[in-house]
């Protein structure tokens, strides 16, 4: 697919290739969780993450969850018991008999949650690829 290549040559941070679940806080979608736990203001449904680099993530859903332009909040698992927190906006929606691939760029986390961002893109940037 020539136009998977001319965005892979684009790229300005590498991606890791991963497989885990990730909660998605969307207009108009029903919540299952809080994303930081009790008494969180954010809530969540869950999607797969499918690829993750220092500036954005791809990940499938079982329905769409917003379209280009909408801002998004992502909670992904981090190191241990932890979770990484980041506010991002939609770049890409694409939709298959499985649900919809989302891909998203991150505007916005905290110093923390960019220090816990570079430590699990640390461990899977150190792994074999699949």
């Given at each position: 697919?020539?136009?998977?290549?001319?965005?892979?040559?684009?790229?300005a941070?590498?991606?890791?290739?991963?497989?885990?679940?990730?909660?998605?806080?969307?207009?108009?979608?029903?919540p299952?969780?809080?994303?930081?736990?009790?008494?969180?203001?954010?809530?969540?449904?869950?999607?797969?993450?499918?690829?993750?680099?220092?500036?954005?993530?791809k990940f499938?859903?079982?329905?769409?969850?917003?379209?280009?332009?909408d801002?998004?909040e992502?909670?992904?698992?981090?190191?241990?018991?932890?979770?990484?927190?980041?506010?991002?906006?939609?770049?890409?929606?694409e939709?298959?008999?499985?649900?919809?691939?989302v891909?998203?760029?991150f505007?916005?986390?905290?110093?923390?949650?960019?220090l816990?961002?570079?430590?699990?893109?640390?461990?899977?940037?150190?792994?074999?690829p699949?």
């Open positions: 697919m020539p136009g998977a290549a001319l965005r892979e040559d684009r790229r941070f590498p991606r890791a290739g991963v497989a885990g679940q990730i909660w998605v806080h969307r207009p108009n979608c029903r299952q969780r809080s994303l930081r736990g009790g008494g969180g203001i954010n809530l969540g449904v869950p999607h797969t993450l499918s690829n993750i680099s220092f500036n954005g993530a499938q859903g079982a329905a769409p969850c917003g379209k280009i332009g801002q998004l992502i909670a992904l698992p981090a190191i241990g018991k932890e979770q990484i927190l980041i506010v991002g906006h939609i770049v890409r929606v939709e298959a008999r499985a649900g919809c691939s891909a998203v760029e505007d916005h986390m905290s110093q923390l949650d960019q816990r961002l570079s430590r699990v893109m640390g461990v899977l940037l150190s792994r074999p699949r």
